[in-house]
């Protein structure tokens, strides 16, 4: 069985930092392309950032670029979302999804429970 | 930039009744296009990609048309499990439309 954990959430002041851990099994990583989303309490649903299964190619939605950093660990089965200079606007659940392919294309077969991060003062 | 809009926003169904869903691209997307369900509290599920593709284990109740600018999710008859809000999703830069919620009439 395929399961996502999404970890690190919380609260933090504007302008601070936070790293989101997605931990996953039950499928082979290194074959997943991996994504973060978002969302704000009430809203719909945002893309927030991408990498490819190697690992080689990030993409990021413009609202975050510059400010977030995607990575992955093959070695722990694990990917990554480091957030700096945070913003109220950040608020949101965030979820970590996988693909089972090396590049994304968005048909997201498996998808963590979610995180939640608030930002604010 | 490639804008989703849904329509309706709401709609309000009996189980057993047809759902119909509109999502409209601003341009051409050919059929890269894919949709996902939401309950409250969960994660989003994919249900269709490739505009008509139904995903592994989804039913059969539900399938997806369309093509370019205009798409379409359909529910044939609905079970108490599928009151939910309905997102459609773009690939390229990928962008969800506003979502169309389903709900008890």
């Known amino acids: 069985e395929v399961q996502l954990l999404e970890s690190g959430g919380g609260l933090v002041q504007p302008g601070g930092s936070l790293r989101l851990s997605c931990a996953a099994s039950?499928?082979?990583?290194?074959?997943?392309?991996m994504s973060w989303f978002r969302q704000a309490p009430g809203k719909g649903l945002e893309w927030v950032s991408s990498?490819?299964?190697?690992?080689?190619?990030?993409y990021y939605a413009d609202s975050v670029k510059g400010r977030f950093t995607i990575s992955r660990d093959s070695s722990k089965s694990t990917m990554y979302l480091q957030m700096n200079s945070l913003r109220v606007e950040d608020t949101a659940v965030y979820y970590c999804?996988?693909?089972?392919?090396?590049?994304?294309?968005?048909?997201?077969?498996?998808w963590g429970q979610g995180t939640l991060v608030t930002v604010s003062s | 930039e490639i804008v989703l809009t849904q329509s309706p926003a709401t709609l309000s169904l009996s189980p057993g009744e047809r759902a119909t869903l509109s999502c409209r691209a601003s341009?051409?997307?050919?059929?890269?296009l894919a949709w996902y369900q939401q309950k409250p509290g969960q994660a989003p599920r994919l249900l269709i990609y490739?505009?008509?593709s139904r995903f592994t284990g989804i039913p059969a109740r539900f399938s997806g048309s369309g093509s370019g600018t205009d798409f379409t999710l359909t529910i044939s008859t609905l079970e108490p499990e599928d009151f939910a809000v309905y997102y459609c999703?773009?690939?390229?830069?990928?962008?969800f439309g506003p979502g169309t919620k389903v709900d008890i009439k």
């Open positions: 341009q051409s997307i050919s059929t890269d």
């Open positions: 999703l773009q690939r390229g830069k990928p962008r």
């Open positions: 039950g499928l082979t990583f290194s074959s997943c392309a």
């Open positions: 490739t505009a008509s």
């Open positions: 990498i490819t299964g190697s690992g080689g190619s990030t």
């Open positions: 999804a996988a693909e089972p392919r090396d590049r994304p294309i968005y048909y997201l077969d498996y």
